[in-house]
């Protein structure tokens, strides 16, 4: 999507449409609605014959049958204006995006004045409407071959306003690298299996070498020299090559934070096989590493004053001869061993390795992955919310922090040392599942054992993976999640 700013006045754009942004007030009598001359008349037309009362993702198309150089105004209800957040504001812009990419309009204007409400300047408003655009009418057709014409596109986004225009263009270029990190994440984490191999993985990290971002892929062979025996038991029953992909983005001389992805490309639970029924969707048990790896290229365009250090095992999790089974004892890169009691609990066995060896040899001041790890989160949290886990508050207090800015809803989960009982084992150090109660907490109690001393966080994603329907920015498949969550961490760090 093309996306520039210009300085002109509403009545002098030419454009297919505008979007005009006003709250429920701009029916009281004498409301400034922010419009003049022919513009101001139509919107008080159509508010008069109560056609429009402004509430929340309510919109109204006017036809302007010549009376302005463009061709049609949509008026955007913002609800009342009190209770507008920057979060609602992109909602409702991205589901507004929808309805405008469907008339067949590919380009548009937007009137940031109008959307500025409250204590939103036009420089956030600039960024908002880029996210909410660009994830909003996002509308990938993957591998169809017919009708492809039903997938319309917005190919420009000009944002309007009468002020100086760099910094809004320098907000609106951050909302735009924001947003097609998430959308990457989304065509990655809704791919097929067949497709969204560890290979193909590997892949898009290396394409991220042109951002300045170095990449290290280490192979089956290499993984197995160096001592990530976790990570390949899960490997062992698939033919296709995993993938332990590390990108180091920065200057060494800054804090170095890790983010490290579960990124299993397809699931099938290995000999402790999954029913058949959902199974396909298996092909999303990657979408930690997606979320990883499009992070790490938001944060290089963005030129982060850190060093970002991202981590990736990326294998299939597959049946075979050579299978790892239940009761297997595995040792790890971390020196702990750790008895297998279920093979479908396979994330923890591929991040402990990854947590294990960022730790040593980064040594980050701090460190968070992110995972489809439990069902149990998905039951606990549903869509609406990821579940996180800390061993820090300081870590915790930025997660909350960047929650508010991103709009990302989280929750922090207990992380008591009382439930590492479930996890004893009579005959290694740790068992890797400790049973259906509190299983969420469990498998991250399991995994603070190869942290070490490093604040730590653990994101249990399971839910944010799969919307079945259009809601706000989020069209239906991958949310694409936590992307915008760690880009505003990261980029208020102090």
């Not at 006045?9 to 429920?24: D, N, S």
């Not at 290089?300 to 294998?315: E, H, M, N, S």
Request: proline fraction near 4%; aromatic fraction near 6%; charge should be neutral.
């Amino acid at each position: 999507m093309k996306l520039d700013v210009k300085n002109i006045r509403l009545t002098e754009a030419q454009l297919p449409l505008l979007l005009i942004g006003l709250t429920e007030e701009a029916k009281e009598k004498g409301a400034n609605l922010k419009l003049t001359g022919a513009m101001k008349k139509m919107a008080q037309s159509v508010i008069a014959l109560g056609d429009f009362k402004a509430t929340q993702g309510e919109h109204s198309l006017l036809y302007s049958n010549g009376k302005i150089p463009s061709e049609r105004i949509m008026l955007l209800g913002l609800g009342k204006r009190a209770e507008i957040t920057p979060d609602q504001l992109r909602a409702t812009l991205g589901g507004v995006s929808r309805v405008i990419r469907d008339l067949g309009v590919e380009k548009l204007g937007v009137s940031l004045l109008s959307l500025a409400q409250g204590a939103l300047s036009e420089e956030a408003v600039a960024e908002i409407v880029a996210e909410a655009f660009i994830m909003g009418s996002f509308s990938d057709p993957f591998h169809k071959t017919k009708d492809l014409d039903k997938f319309k596109v917005i190919k420009e986004l000009h944002l309007i306003t009468q002020k100086d225009t760099k910094g809004i263009a320098l907000a609106a270029e951050q909302g735009r690298i924001i947003a097609e990190a998430v959308n990457l994440c989304r065509q990655l984490a809704w791919g097929p299996p067949n497709h969204i191999t560890p290979t193909r993985l590997t892949e898009e990290a290396k394409k991220l070498e042109t951002l300045s971002v170095k990449t290290t892929v280490y192979d089956r062979e290499q993984a197995k020299r160096m001592g990530l025996h976790s990570f390949l038991a899960v490997a062992k029953g698939t033919s296709e090559a995993p993938k332990f992909i590390v990108m180091e983005y920065g200057d060494p001389k800054h804090d170095t934070v890790a983010l490290i992805g579960k990124a299993i490309t397809f699931d099938s639970g290995g000999l402790s096989l999954k029913p058949g029924e959902g199974m396909h969707l298996m092909k999303a048990d990657m979408t930690g590493g997606a979320v990883v790896i499009s992070s790490m290229k938001a944060i290089a365009q963005l030129k982060l004053p850190l060093r970002v250090v991202g981590v990736v095992p990326a294998t299939d999790n597959m049946p075979d001869g050579g299978a790892y089974h239940p009761g297997d004892v595995i040792d790890t890169y971390s020196g702990l061993t750790v008895e297998v009691i279920s093979t479908d609990a396979e994330g923890r066995m591929i991040l402990n390795d990854a947590l294990s060896y960022a730790v040593k040899n980064f040594k980050p001041v701090a460190m968070f992955d992110f995972a489809t790890l439990t069902g149990a989160m998905e039951v606990a949290l549903g869509e609406h919310a990821m579940g996180y886990f800390a061993n820090d508050d300081a870590v915790a207090d930025r997660i909350e922090k960047a929650s508010k800015s991103s709009g990302e809803r989280v929750w922090r989960m207990p992380l008591w040392d009382v439930y590492d009982e479930q996890l004893k084992s009579d005959v290694a150090d740790w068992k890797h599942t400790g049973g259906r109660p509190g299983g969420a907490i469990t498998a991250a109690r399991f995994l603070s054992k190869f942290v070490m001393d490093t604040p730590w966080a653990h994101f249990d994603i399971a839910g944010q993976d799969e919307q079945t329907s259009d809601k706000g920015y989020n069209p239906k498949g991958s949310k694409g999640p936590a992307v915008r969550l760690i880009v505003d961490m990261l980029r208020y760090w102090k």
